[in-house]
């Protein structure tokens, strides 16, 4: 049994408020549907943070029923689980993928956590923020005692693992995982990841468009940007990186300013080769120069054939060494925040609350903050039985753990071939 496993097409998104940028997100996403169908795979995992937004556009709910029907028409049933991006935590909220359940999607959620495809059990989590740690680790330990009853099992997983994230702005440690499944289907990490784990692999295929200019980086130059195809017949999943083109070309460039006439012709010449407008990082460093002057002949000579030009300017005044920074290990704002907060109050509840606050705040979710506030001093600060927590408990906690409370106690020893002939399984399953 083979199947697609993608994630983080972020579709909606326009960055730097660029209109075709956010045409490229829907093209790319377009290209990778495209070689999906092509490769004739079985079925179809996205892992989250489908949409850029939890209240998408119109034209990237069009761009997506446009895929999720053509993957219908080819037979190809396609699962999927809410990212941070497409997620709501307000109580009884909906992330947007719902709006698809009725032609074809299957949406992973907390009513219902469980799939399965022929004899493979397929189960997730949709995105929890790291100052809910601990009851995400409940979780993925009550998924685990039920994939313990199947031939194979995929978790689906949105959620950022230490190994993998700056400093210590995760959602959960790699040793807090679960390890008897057989492929981890994770989102959240941009960068393509594929390890060892367990008794089979986990995979971040990383975002299907350049999200950020830092991910032009090496890992990107390594293994490009697409999706991967696992191949289960095996003892230990096969997994195959399928690079997909980009629509345009992203350059990060640091040029001497001793040699600055050469490069920025040699640049211009190459950039006249290309089929479109790419995005250019420039830095300009070295030498006595003055920004104003370098910068107009940038743009005089550049300028009107790219889509978006983002200079830097270091003369020797200001030089700091730059060539030899890493750009995968530069502190984003998260990574600086987290570092401030531990700083100042050294716990690490309080560092992952304060991550969880920034990244709501910053895209305007007051309710949603206010939620991760409420939890948090429910849990750390107030034990009073009779508090009323009517409103600060979300749905996915309550359908999972009354579901499981129910079921995983008394659960019989009835085979997976047995219950194969049922794709998603009701709370009465078990």
């Not at 959620?159 to 981890?184: A, C, R, V």
């Not at 989102?187 to 367990?198: A, L, P, R, S, W």
């Not at 629509?247 to 600055?260: M, Q």
Request: aromatic residues 10%; glycine residues 4%.
């Amino acid at each position: 049994m083979r199947f697609a496993h993608l994630s983080d097409s972020h579709l909606g998104y326009r960055q730097f408020g660029i209109l075709e940028r956010e045409q490229d997100f829907y093209d790319v996403f377009a290209r990778n549907i495209d070689k999906i169908i092509e490769m004739d795979v079985d079925f179809v995992i996205h892992s989250g943070d489908l949409f850029d937004n939890n209240r998408p556009s119109t034209e990237a709910l069009l761009a997506f029923q446009k895929a999720l029907l053509r993957l219908k028409e080819a037979k190809i049933p396609i699962y999927a689980i809410a990212g941070n991006h497409d997620s709501i935590l307000r109580k009884d909220a909906l992330p947007p993928q719902v709006l698809f359940k009725d032609i074809g999607l299957n949406l992973i959620s907390p009513d219902n956590p469980l799939y399965n495809e022929g004899a493979v059990l397929i189960c997730g989590i949709p995105y929890m923020p790291s100052s809910q740690g601990r009851a995400l680790k409940e979780r993925y330990d009550q998924l685990s005692r039920i994939a313990d009853k199947y031939l194979k099992s995929i978790l689906v997983s949105h959620q950022g693992i230490d190994k993998w994230m700056h400093e210590d702005t995760y959602e959960i440690e790699l040793s807090q995982m679960p390890e008897n499944f057989d492929y981890y289907a994770m989102g959240h990490v941009h960068n393509y990841v594929e390890e060892d784990f367990g008794k089979g692999k986990l995979v971040y295929p990383g975002s299907m468009e350049i999200w950020r200019n830092s991910e032009s980086n090496n890992n990107y130059r390594e293994f490009g940007k697409g999706f991967v195809v696992v191949d289960l017949s095996y003892d230990t999943p096969q997994v195959e990186r399928v690079k997909i083109d980009l629509p345009r070309k992203f350059y990060k460039e640091i040029i001497d300013y001793n040699k600055f006439d050469e490069k920025i012709h040699e640049l211009k010449e190459e950039i006249l080769s290309l089929d479109n407008k790419p995005m250019i990082d420039l830095s300009v460093v070295g030498g006595d120069f003055e920004s104003a002057d370098v910068y107009e002949a940038i743009k005089n000579t550049i300028g009107e054939h790219v889509l978006n030009l983002r200079p830097t300017f270091k003369p020797d005044a200001l030089l700091i060494d730059i060539i030899d920074v890493d750009p995968d290990k530069t502190l984003d704002p998260r990574s600086l925040l987290h570092l401030k907060v531990n700083e100042k109050y050294g716990r690490e509840e309080v560092n992952r609350l304060s991550v969880d606050l920034l990244d709501n705040l910053s895209v305007g979710r007051i309710d949603d903050a206010q939620i991760i506030s409420d939890r948090f001093y429910k849990e750390y600060y107030f034990n009073d039985e009779n508090m009323n927590d009517k409103d600060l408990e979300n749905s996915q906690s309550d359908s999972l753990d009354d579901y499981l409370d129910k079921n995983i106690g008394n659960s019989n020893e009835e085979s997976v071939e047995e219950k194969s002939n049922s794709k998603q399984m009701s709370f009465d399953d078990f």
